[in-house]
C-alpha cells in the first residue's frame, strides 16, 4: 500500500510538474498579437520638394446596405530623396472645411519615382482628393462634384484642381499607424 501510494504521490508530482512547464508554452503558442507600425512623412531639405501627377482618377459607388463611395487615382511620385518603408504619402480628401488622410507606405524603388494605384472612401460632401506629401503639403489633386441620382446623388472626378485651391486649404488629418501582425485568416498564405 505504501508503495502504491508514493506511485500515486510521485504521479501527481510528475503530472503537475508537467503541466506548470507546458503552460507558458501554450500560452506562446497562439497566434503573435498584432504590432502597430508607424509610418513616417517623407521631409524635404529647403529648396526641394517631392511632386506627384494623377494620370487615372475615378469614382466608385458599392452598396454595403448603404452606398459607399470611393475616389480611385493612379499616377507616379517623384521623392525629393530616396525613401523606403516607413516613409508614406497619402490620399486625402477635402470637404467643407476639413480634410482627411489615408496613408500608403513608398513601395521600395532604387530610383526616385514611383508609380501608385490606390482608393479612398469618400463622402458627399467631398469636394476634392488629393495626394499628399504630409498633412499640409498636397501635391496633386482633383476635384469631386456629386451629381443628382434615382437613389440620391453620386461622385464624379473633375478635372485638376490647384494644390493650393480653396477647397484643399486644410490639413488633412492623417493616420500613419498601421496594424500588422495578429491571427491569420484561413487560406491566406502571405497575411499577418
Known sequence: MRS???TIALTLVALATAVAGTTPAAAGSGPPPYKVTYYKWLSCSDGTAS???????RAHTTTEGVDVYWAELHGAITTCRAADTPYAYALA???NGYGSGEGFPYAYSNSLAMDYANFIRIYPD????CVIANETTRMACVSVD???AEAGVLPVIG?????DSPRVDVPAVTDLSVETGGPVPPGCMKCG
Request: glycine share 8%.
Open 51 to 57: 511632386t506627384a501627377s494623377i494620370t487615372y482618377a
Open 146 to 148: 456629386w451629381v443628382p
Open 93 to 95: 480628401m477635402y470637404g
Open 159 to 163: 478635372g485638376p484642381l490647384p494644390t
Open 126 to 129: 467631398v469636394q476634392a482628393v
Open 4 to 6: 502504491s501510494l508514493r
